[in-house]
């Protein structure tokens, strides 16, 4: 997959893609980075590339022409994968993470400054795109956080194939069981047995009703409309000890509480 990132910042961008596996993603080309800066596309000396907004205001603001030359540089058929980091955007989520990780190009601009001329947005057809509801120095972290969402959920990019199922907001949408390593004991805290059982199954299924707990003790608001066997849930947790829901991150007596609101 080919990833245009067009920046003021190039080695930001760089730095911050070259590390674990999404590093590893593009140094094994399975994935390529195309970086373009609009300076290299203004005509005087001090590659201008801001200038003040008309009316006045606060900032300044990245100019038309050398955002238009950077992304006609690409040579694109269409802008139909054309995206602009901004506040104002469609919220990015892990579906469109999935979605966008099959695609071969994607295009990722990055503001700076007070934003963009209005007119380089419209004219190309361009949709924006946020990755929260707060304000950034700059586009580039945002493409960052995109990127490397996207790349991990493309084929051969993790060391195991259904690694990025498993993630939070994955597969069913709910959020990902607690997980354990050794020591099977430390400080008095221990590593639930059906953890040790051997018993894929039970292992399965006990991952699967610990991420439907902690879904319901974090984010309940992804549950809505969920299909839920709460009876199942419920029976157990009340085999839970206090202690072995402790250890996975919740609070018994909330959480039987919660399940009482949600089961009707």
Request: hydrophobic content about 35%; glycine content about 8%.
């Amino acid at each position: 997959m080919k990833f245009n990132v067009i920046t003021l910042m190039p080695e930001l961008i760089k730095s911050t893609m070259s590390y674990g596996v999404v590093g590893s993603s593009f140094s094994k080309n399975i994935c390529n980075l195309n970086i373009v800066n609009p300076r290299d596309f203004t005509s005087d000396v001090h590659q201008t590339i801001d200038d003040r907004p008309f009316g006045g205001g606060d900032g300044m603001l990245m100019m038309v022409e050398p955002l238009e030359k950077s992304l006609k540089s690409l040579n694109l058929q269409t802008n139909e994968d054309v995206y602009f980091l901004s506040p104002q955007g469609e919220k990015f989520n892990d579906s469109l993470s999935k979605e966008w990780s099959q695609k071969k190009e994607l295009t990722l601009i990055c503001g700076r400054y007070g934003g963009v001329d209005q007119r380089f947005l419209v004219k190309n057809k361009i949709k924006e795109i946020s990755i929260g509801d707060y304000v950034l120095s700059g586009g580039e972290l945002g493409a960052a956080v995109i990127m490397d969402s996207v790349i991990r959920k493309i084929p051969g990019v993790l060391g195991h194939s259904s690694s990025a199922d498993q993630d939070s907001f994955s597969g069913e949408g709910f959020l990902e069981s607690p997980y354990f390593t050794r020591p099977r004991e430390y400080e008095g805290l221990s590593v639930p047995e059906k953890l040790l059982s051997g018993d894929h199954k039970k292992v399965e299924e006990y991952r699967y009703i610990s991420s439907v707990l902690v879904t319901l003790a974090k984010r309940p608001d992804l549950l809505r409309d969920k299909i839920i066997e709460w009876e199942v849930v419920k029976e157990a947790l009340h085999a839970m000890s206090e202690e072995e829901a402790f250890v996975c991150g919740f609070d018994k007596k909330d959480l039987t509480g919660k399940i009482k609101k949600v089961d009707v």
